[in-house]
C-alpha cells in the first residue's frame, strides 16, 4: 500500500521560507518520480517541482525556478520541497505525488510535473504567505 505523508506547510511573510518533506512507503523508491503539485482556490492544481529518485534528475515550473529546491534523502525514501524567497502567489495546498514507473516513463518523454503522470498523492499541507 503506497502511502504519502506531508509536513512542514504554515504561514509566512513574503520573503521568507519553508521547507517540506514527503515520506514514502509502500513501492520501490529508487525508480520512480516524485513531485510537488499545489492547487490554490479555483485554480487547477499544478505541477511545481519532480525529482527523480533513481538518478537525481530535478525539474521545475518557471515559476518558481531559482527559488524553489526539490532534493531527497534516499535512505529515509523523503523527498524535500526547500521554498525561499516566497511570494504571496505561493500561497496554495501542496501535495506530494508519486510514480513509481516514473522513471521509465521519462526516458520515453514523459514530463514529471503532469498531473495526470502521478498515481499516488499525498493528503496535502497548506502553505500561505502574506504580503
Known amino acids: 500500500q503506497v502511502q504519502l505523508v506531508e509536513s512542514g506547510g504554515g504561514s509566512v511573510q513574503a520573503g521568507g521560507s519553508l521547507r517540506l518533506s514527503c515520506a514514502a512507503s509502500?513501492?520501490?523508491?529508487?525508480?520512480?518520480?516524485m513531485g510537488w503539485f499545489r492547487q490554490a482556490p479555483g485554480k487547477e492544481r499544478e505541477g511545481v517541482a519532480a525529482?527523480?529518485?533513481?538518478?537525481?534528475?530535478?525539474f521545475y515550473a518557471d515559476s518558481v525556478k531559482g527559488r524553489f529546491t526539490i532534493s531527497q534523502d534516499a535512505a529515509k525514501n523523503t523527498v524535500y520541497l526547500q521554498m525561499n524567497s516566497l511570494k504571496p502567489e505561493d500561497t496554495a495546498m501542496y501535495y506530494c505525488?508519486?510514480?513509481?514507473?516514473?522513471?521509465?516513463?521519462?526516458?520515453?518523454?514523459?514530463?514529471?510535473?503532469?498531473?495526470?503522470?502521478?498515481?499516488?498523492w499525498g493528503q496535502g499541507t497548506q502553505v500561505t504567505v502574506s504580503s
Open positions: 509502500g513501492y520501490t523508491y529508487s525508480s520512480a518520480c
Open positions: 525529482i527523480y529518485t533513481g538518478g537525481g534528475s530535478t
Open positions: 505525488a508519486a510514480d513509481p514507473r516514473g522513471g521509465i516513463k521519462l526516458q520515453l518523454g514523459h514530463d514529471p510535473l503532469i498531473r495526470d503522470e502521478y498515481n499516488y
